[in-house]
Nanobody, 111 residues
Framework: QVQLMESGGGLVQPGGSLRLSCAAS????????VGWYRQAPGNQRELVAD???????NYADSVKGRFAISRDNAKNTVYLQMNSLKPEDTAVYYC?????WGRGTQVTVSS
C-alpha cells in the first residue's frame, strides 16, 4: 500500500513562510486528488487545499491568496507553500491521497 510522509513543518513567526512536502512511496499523484488538511487542538480536521490528478486546485477560504498547492509527479511529491502565516494557522498538517493519510507535521506560528 502507498505510504505518505509529510515534512517541512516547524516554528515560524507571524508573517513568515513554510513549505510542506508530502512524498508518496509510489507514483499516484498524477492519478488521484491529494489534499492537505489540518487539525488544531480541540478542532475538527479541516481541508486546507487539494489538487486533482488533472491539476485543478481548491482552497479553504481562510487560506486563499496565502497558500499554494502544487505537485511534482516525477518526485511523487505534493507541496503546500504557506505564506503570510498567522497564529490561527497553527495545527498539525496532514496529507491525504485516496483513503491514505500521512502522520502529519506540526506547524506553529508564534512570536
Amino acid at each position: 500500500q502507498v505510504q505518505l510522509m509529510e515534512s517541512g513543518g516547524g516554528l515560524v513567526q507571524p508573517g513568515g513562510s513554510l513549505r510542506l512536502s508530502c512524498a508518496a512511496s509510489r507514483s499516484i499523484f498524477g492519478i488521484i486528488t491529494v489534499g492537505w488538511y489540518r487539525q488544531a487542538p480541540g478542532n475538527q480536521r479541516e481541508l486546507v487545499a487539494d489538487i486533482t490528478g488533472g491539476g485543478s486546485t481548491n482552497y479553504a477560504d481562510s487560506v486563499k491568496g496565502r497558500f499554494a498547492i502544487s505537485r511534482d509527479n516525477a518526485k511523487n511529491t505534493v507541496y503546500l507553500q504557506m505564506n503570510s502565516l498567522k497564529p490561527e494557522d497553527t495545527a498539525v498538517y496532514y496529507c491525504k491521497a485516496g483513503p491514505r493519510w500521512g502522520r502529519g507535521t506540526q506547524v506553529t506560528v508564534s512570536s
